[in-house]
């Protein structure tokens, strides 16, 4: 049996490179010839480890929702949903303000509408639990989630048009006046 030659790349530096590349320019954007000149890898062996563009797409999401974008799981664990919502848009103006600007998941690639969607009524369970704890009297959850979410997607398209941090905390500030109780919403 013929041994193959060792792989002589790291994978998660690819995937690493990937997920900037695809934060910065879109799914649509990057080529495997873009990641291969950004990384030194060349294309086969892109290919062999990851399969398709698709797939590497994929893994860049999903490293990207467990790094830079990855707000939304640590803020759900919070006591309150009012936390929860800070939590979440500050999160959010602090990760679509590094570099690259913007966020990798407000773009139409492969399964993003479904990530997103997800994230939606993962968040609005979690207003269903506040309603039950008399927390949140009167709200539909789904549309304040949605509310949340179109928050944070707004934040993001702010900061790819130019917007600082601070200014994207004040935008964040700016829809917590919204926030229910506060007598709107």
Same mark, same amino acid.
């Given at each position: 049996?013929?041994?193959?030659?060792?792989?002589?790349?790291?994978?998660?530096?690819?995937?690493?490179?990937?997920?900037?590349?695809?934060?910065?320019?879109?799914?649509?954007?990057?080529?495997?010839?873009?990641?291969?000149?950004?990384?030194?890898?060349?294309?086969?062996?892109?290919?062999?480890?990851f399969?398709?563009?698709?797939?590497?797409?994929e893994?860049?999401?999903?490293?990207?929702?467990?790094?830079?974008?990855?707000?939304?799981v640590?803020?759900?664990?919070?006591?309150?949903?009012?936390?929860?919502?800070? +939590?979440?848009? =500050? &999160?959010? !103006? *602090? $990760?679509?303000?590094?570099?690259?600007? @913007?966020?990798?998941? /407000?773009?139409?690639?492969?399964?993003?509408?479904?990530?997103?969607?997800?994230?939606?009524?993962?968040?609005?369970?979690?207003?269903?639990?506040?309603?039950?704890d008399?927390?949140?009297?009167?709200?539909?959850?789904?549309?304040?989630?949605?509310?949340?979410?179109?928050?944070?997607?707004?934040?993001?398209?702010?900061?790819?048009?130019?917007?600082?941090? +601070?200014?994207? =905390? &004040?935008? !964040? *500030? $700016?829809?917590?006046?919204?926030?229910? @109780?506060?007598?709107r /919403?």
């Amino acid at each position: 049996m013929a041994v193959g030659r060792p792989r002589e790349f790291d994978p998660d530096q690819v995937e690493d490179a990937a997920m900037k590349l695809f934060w910065a320019h879109g799914f649509d954007g990057v080529s495997i010839s873009d990641v291969a000149a950004a990384t030194g890898v060349n294309r086969r062996g892109i290919y062999a480890e990851f399969g398709s563009k698709e797939k590497l797409y994929e893994r860049a999401v999903q490293r990207y929702l467990a790094g830079p974008g990855g707000y939304l799981v640590p803020a759900l664990t919070l006591p309150t949903a009012r936390e929860v919502v800070e +939590a979440m848009v =500050h &999160g959010a !103006a *602090d $990760a679509v303000s590094s570099d690259p600007h @913007g966020c990798l998941t /407000v773009d139409d690639g492969p399964g993003l509408a479904d990530i997103r969607e997800a994230a939606v009524h993962r968040l609005a369970e979690r207003f269903d639990a506040a309603v039950a704890d008399g927390e949140l009297p009167g709200v539909d959850t789904l549309v304040l989630a949605r509310w949340i979410a179109a928050i944070c997607q707004g934040i993001a398209v702010q900061a790819r048009s130019g917007a600082d941090r +601070a200014e994207l =905390h &004040g935008v !964040a *500030d $700016a829809a917590l006046a919204g926030w229910p @109780g506060a007598g709107r /919403v």
